[in-house]
Structure formats: C-alpha cells, structure tokens
C-alpha cells in the first residue's frame, strides 16, 4: 500500500477532504450548534484556502456529490478568477463548469449569472458558459416565464442573442398584443383572465392567483394538473388544510427528501398512513440500492436521533431525516440488518429528535452483532457519557479487530464550522460528511482516504476517475 512521500501531500490530501466534508454537509445555514454567520465565515474560508492552494483538486471537486450551494459556488470563485490560471487549466475547469451546470437547478443558475453579473465577470469564456447552458435548455419561452428576472439578466449580461418575441417580452412586455408563443401569451392573458392562470407553471400561476384574490383551495384544485412532484409533495398538506387534495406518488420521490416529508408529518399522522409511507421508503431505498441490493453482507447501524438532530429553523430535522433515509437505504443494502437508534426507540417511522446521544453505547451494541460493516450516522457529540464512543472504537480497532474483520464508517450530516470540518468520533475511524442518503455507497468508498492509510496520490487518482465520468474527458488533477 502507498504511502505518503512528503509531510506537503499529507497536508494536500487532508486539506482537500476537509473540504470536500464541508461541501457535502455546509449549505451557510444555520446548523444546531452554530449560528449561520459562523457557519458562512468558515465556508468561506475553506473556499479561498482550497481555490489559492489546490486549483485544479478544487475544480475537480465539481464531480463530486457536493451540495448545489457550494458547486455554485465553486464556479463563482473559479470564474471570477479566471486570470489566475493557465489555457489548458481554464479548458479543463470550462469543461466541469459545464458538466455541472447542466445538473444543477435552473433557478440556481440564474441566481448565479445575476452574481456574475453584479462581479462584473463578463470575459468571453464567463459568456462562452452561460451561451452553452442556455443553448441547452429546452424552451426559452418557458425559462423567460418561470425564471423571467435570472433569464432577463442572463441574456442582457452575457449579450446573447434571442427571437424579436422574445425580446419583445423581456424588455417591452406592453408592446405586443398577442405572442406566437404559446405559454407567453398565456402569460399575457393571465393578467386578465382567471382561467389563463391555470395554464402557467405553478409558481408563477401562484402570483397571479393572489393578484386576483381566488381561494386557495380553489387554486390548488385546479393548478393541481401543473404542478411538479416536488411542488406537490410541498403542497399536499397545505390542500387538505383547505379541505382539498393533491396527490403524489410518494415512492417515486427521492429517498431523503421523502424521509424529510414523512418527519414533517405528526406522529399520529405517520401512524394512520403507516403501511404507505413505509411502503414508499422501502420503494425509494431499493431505486437507490440498485443491483448492490443484499450485497453488503452483515450490516449494523447506529443512528442518531438525539435532540440536536433537530437541526435548526433553516434545516428542519435534517440530521434525523438522513439517518431515516440511510436506515431504510442500508436495509436495502445489507444481507442481515441490525439498526440501533440512540434513542433506543425501535419503530423507526415513529421517530423524533429527543434526548441525550449515547452513541457509545449503541455501538457496544452494535459490536455485539458481529457486523462486516457498522456505520454510523450522527453528528458526532457523544455526551451521554462524553467520550466513550471514541475509546470504544480505540479499543476495539487497536486490540480486538486489528485486522479489521469489522468495517466501520462514520458518516456525519452537519459541518462543524469552529472545528473546519464535520466532528469525528474517533481518529481510527473513517468520517465523510452526508447530505443524502442517496449517496451513502459512493461516501463509504471515499471515507477510505480520510482514514490516513491512502496517499494524494490515490486521492489524484480517485478524484481523476470522478472527472472522467463526469465530463466524459480525461483526467485532470494529476
């Protein structure tokens, strides 16, 4: 096994772990125990360390599972510093650039080219991009409508060009009195007509419904056809608070966000609708479990549900909406399952963010299980007693499986924004930071490299091979 040449690639590679942990977890929102100016400071200063000190590992980051905010923010901060790097690396980062932005929300990117414009980043490859991305999308009509301001500044800033109508919309909407265009003389209408409304987005026929003052159970009945299965699973308690329904097939949602739904949900809820919302979970773990379903062998888990995964007014229940979708994902996975909750509660459905984190004890528990695999979903506080989870796995990995017949992971939901990092149990155990559970098999493989027994070397490698699935192009960052 290869190990590190020089004291500067051990410091590369975890500088470069550190900050992929934060972009994973850190959205700049306030976490349960931190405020959400620390937690933008800290972001912010691992962005300018990683950018000035580790290029081309920063743009190779972009072909990880890190979070929406911080891939936006990634290409910010490389476009916006365009000059400090040569051709060939600029072609390189062009290419990530690219390769994201054509995953990432559309409402973040034009967030994100009203940024660029406010930087005055207006060079021709910041314009190159923005041509490109636009190019690709598949009715600027609809985007003129749905995203009407970011589309506005996206073509004013990057000089692109668009059809007389669609100017004519843009910037001198008065001056036609009937668009070819389907949805934007639809637009058009609504301003005067009730039922022109229902044919728009729903987000933009929700404006038009409150200038027009209709009952928002009548809106929602009739929107209903228009809306996304995102908007619907937003919206459907909201209907039957008006005595309406919406509805959604919950097992075709993705498996942490329908683990986030289910938590928002009143217990006694969750208990009336049990066999469907269990249903769906189990249905969404095995879409994401694929052919590795049953594969994992012998698996135990430990998941925190204490009261700081409670999260905060910015994040709801996030912490403990993870650990439920990796609960049922790792059910999915493993040959033989074994959860344990912190709590101490068994119905995992039923679960909800209270009281102290024994994360020691469970794993006591868990280790009584001879699992081939025990991972560990918890922000990492052990306080009940302090410390104990740390020695547990010292002693265990030092003396009583030194050949590792166990694997252990530790995959951590929120960033530490004092410590630079998500919080660590013990130093002999792999930590990654997660934001979705969907992604829990691809950050088991990458913990490996936060262990200490792999080099920059493998990291350049590992990273290397992301870039090349992701944009279809050789490697990058060696």
């Not at 017949?405 to 149990?425: E, F, I, K, M, Q």
């Not at 088991?444 to 699935?469: I, M, N, S, W």
Request: aromatic share 8%; glycine share 6%; hydrophobic share 40%.
């Amino acid at each position: 096994m290869e190990t590190y040449e020089t004291y500067a690639d051990l410091v590369a590679a975890e500088d470069v772990l550190l900050f992929v942990n934060a972009a994973i977890t850190s959205t700049g929102q306030r976490e349960f125990r931190s405020t959400a100016d620390e937690q933008r400071m800290s972001l912010d200063f691992l962005h300018e360390y990683v950018r000035v000190n580790y290029r081309e590992l920063y743009a190779a980051t972009l072909a990880l599972d890190i979070n929406d905010h911080n891939a936006v923010e990634i290409i910010r901060r490389l476009l916006v510093s365009a000059r400090e790097t040569d051709e060939k690396q600029r072609r390189v980062e062009g290419r990530l650039i690219g390769a994201r932005l054509a995953v990432l929300p559309p409402q973040r990117v034009y967030r994100l080219f009203g940024q660029l414009r406010r930087a005055r980043v207006n060079n021709r490859r910041t314009r190159a991009i923005m041509r490109d991305w636009l190019a690709g999308r598949r009715d600027h009509g609809f985007d003129a409508v749905k995203y009407r301001s970011g589309f506005k500044t996206a073509v004013r800033h990057g000089h692109l060009p668009v059809t007389d109508e669609l100017g004519d919309f843009l910037f001198a909407p008065r001056r036609r009195g009937h668009y070819e265009h389907e949805l934007l003389d639809t637009y058009r209408r609504a301003r005067y007509t009730h039922s022109a409304l229902y044919e728009l987005p729903f987000t933009v026929a929700e404006g038009f419904a409150a200038q027009h003052g209709i009952p928002r159970a009548v809106f929602l009945d009739r929107i209903e056809p228009r809306m996304t299965r995102y908007e619907r699973l937003r919206n459907q308690e909201s209907a039957r608070a008006h005595r309406t329904e919406v509805e959604v097939d919950l097992a075709a949602m993705p498996l942490t966000r329908l683990a986030s739904y289910v938590l928002s949900l009143d217990l006694s809820v969750r208990s009336e609708r049990r066999a469907e919302l269990t249903g769906a979970l189990r249905a969404a773990a095995r879409r994401v479990a694929g052919p590795y379903a049953g594969t994992w062998g012998r698996v135990a888990a430990v998941l925190d549900d204490s009261f700081s995964a409670s999260g905060s007014a910015q994040k709801r229940r996030r912490p403990l909406a993870v650990a439920l979708a990796c609960h049922f994902l790792l059910a999915e996975l493993a040959d033989t399952y074994v959860p344990l909750w912190t709590s101490g509660r068994g119905d995992a459905l039923l679960t909800y963010p209270y009281g102290p984190t024994p994360i020691g004890l469970r794993i006591l528990d868990a280790l009584d299980h001879s699992p081939a695999r025990l991972v560990i979903v918890s922000d990492g506080w052990d306080n009940a007693p302090p410390g104990l989870a740390g020695e547990v796995l010292r002693v265990w990995r030092t003396r009583l499986d030194p050949s590792r017949r166990t694997s252990v992971v530790h995959l951590n939901p929120v960033y530490d924004a004092a410590g630079y990092d998500v919080r660590r149990l013990a130093p002999s155990v792999p930590t990654s930071g997660v934001r979705d559970a969907e992604d829990l098999p691809a950050l088991v493989e990458l913990a490996q490299f936060a262990e200490g027994r792999t080099g920059l070397a493998e990291l350049r490698a590992y990273l290397d091979d992301r870039v090349k699935l992701f944009t279809g192009t050789e490697g990058t960052t060696a």
